[in-house]
């Protein structure tokens, strides 16, 4: 693993995860960590409402891996109203600071909350509808990443996206040189760095899904993302 961040430490200060994660909100938001999830998804919200026929009520679940102050699977919610189908969000956070700031933070649908590892998931299969993981992958080495997509899969019905990072020393100068004006400290300015230094490349990202049982579909998306998203039925 290349250098180390707050969130890789599951007993880091309470306070300091929270702000952290205040400030990728932040980030998600306006360099597209937020958009690149959601369009990912939006094909399978189309073909599902298409499936289930005109007039019909379409309830899916969405379990979203590291799911931070929970504002991706949020906006997944409201993409999928849009589509009338209601999602029914769960978190999963190994850090149990990020799970409680998790279910203060943010509007809209209620999002459950998991104290679980994301290898190792009280869950059986095809037991939800989405499976999705934003900016995780970077912090797994590369064998326990292949294990985390391949049982990912085994657990959706309808999909699985994942999201992370593209590996840019543009991204890297960008990201630290936004930092300032958009008032992060140092600690996030310091771990935005390190995350695009782990990030991936489209083919490191179809090596570990490929690796993993599961379609090389990875693309780079705007904000210098990396994105794969597939119908686990469908390999």
Known sequence: MIGTELLDDPHADPAAVERELRDITRLNALFGGTRAVVEALEPFFEAGKREAGDGKRVTWTLLDIGTGLGDIPRAAAA???????????????LNSAA??????????????????????LPLGPR????????????????????????SFGALARQAV????????RVAMAGVWLAS???GFGAVTRHDAVVSLRRGYTR??????LVAAGAPPVARYRPGFRVVAAWQPSAC
């Open 79 to 93: 993409a999928a109203r849009k589509h009338g189908i209601e999602l029914r969000l769960v978190g999963i956070e």
């Open 99 to 120: 799970a409680r700031s998790a279910q203060r933070a943010g509007e809209g649908p209620r999002l459950a909350m998991l104290l679980a590892d994301g290898g190792a």
């Open 127 to 150: 037991s939800v509808d989405v499976v999705s993981a934003s900016q995780v992958l970077h912090h797994l080495p590369p064998a326990i990443a292949v294990r985390w997509i391949k």
């Open 161 to 168: 996206v994942l999201a992370d990072l593209r590996r840019s």
């Open 180 to 182: 300032f004006p958009l």
């Open 203 to 208: 083919a490191e990202m179809n090596d570990l």
